[in-house]
């Protein structure tokens, strides 16, 4: 895997994680997973500032300025 | 959805009664009547995130729930200038809000970075995501934004969401000091 092609199944299972919508068997794979690919982790991390950055986004239009 | 969304905040930020309760304790506590006003703000912010991310865990009243949060708030900024508050705060209250301190407040000048990464992303991709994060259906999110579908919908998430993480990729600034 690299930067480019992280694809949707990959992108719903990260989803699912963080959410911890996994079944417990499933969120340790993953998670093991995470520990021992550097790379998936790293596509992780980014995955978790693009929810960051969106989330900022809707706590912002909420301010009143 | 959106529009229930909004009106329910509206009427939770102008509850006075639990903004006043607010401002009061921040004014024994070192604060003011605008430090009371942009508290309360934040606080209504973060009850908002936490049911967005479901960490929303109401065993009171709301009134009581959101003063919670912004006490919380305000202890963590008296705490940065090594003032502490003067009203106790319960284990309930702790548990309650459901917070973890570092995940309250982040950085402004991480934010505006982060902003200006968004920025780079097309206004149609940053709606897209952001309705996505607002919990909309692919359903809602294609009749919203005139897509034919909730599959064109769906794909359009998903080509946003790998635009946005290549951009994040490409800025390797923006993983620093994730938490």
Known sequence: MNELNLNETTLDIFEQYSKQQLNAEEQTAFKNKLDQDHLLNAQYQAYLISKQVINNKIEDSLRIK | ?179
């Not at chain 2, 305000?74 to 319960?90: A, D, I, P, V, Y």
């Not at chain 2, 505006?112 to 968004?118: D, E, M, N, P």
């Not at chain 2, 999110?141 to 080509?159: E, F, M, V």
């Open chain 2, 1 to 179: 959805v959106a529009g229930l969304r909004e009106q329910a905040l509206s009427k939770i930020y102008l509850d006075s009664g639990i903004k006043e309760k607010l401002i009061s304790m921040i004014s024994k506590n070192h604060g003011n009547m605008q430090d009371g006003e942009d508290l309360y703000q934040e606080a209504v912010i973060v009850l908002d995130r936490n049911i967005r991310e479901g960490n929303f865990r109401l065993e009171g009243s709301l009134s009581s729930y959101l003063y919670s949060i912004g006490k919380y708030l305000w202890m963590n900024q008296l705490r940065k200038k090594s003032l502490t508050l003067k009203e106790s705060f319960s284990d309930h209250e702790m548990k309650s809000t459901a917070m973890q301190p570092d995940a309250i407040l982040i950085d402004e000048q991480r934010k505006i970075y982060l902003k200006s990464i968004l920025n780079r992303l097309g206004k149609r991709c940053q709606g897209i995501l952001e309705l996505w994060q607002l919990s909309y259906s692919m359903e809602e999110i294609a009749l919203q934004l005139g897509l034919h579908d909730a599959s064109i919908a769906r794909k359009a998430k998903y080509d946003c969401q790998q635009q946005l993480i290549k951009l994040i990729n490409d800025n390797p600034n923006s993983k620093l000091e994730l938490k």
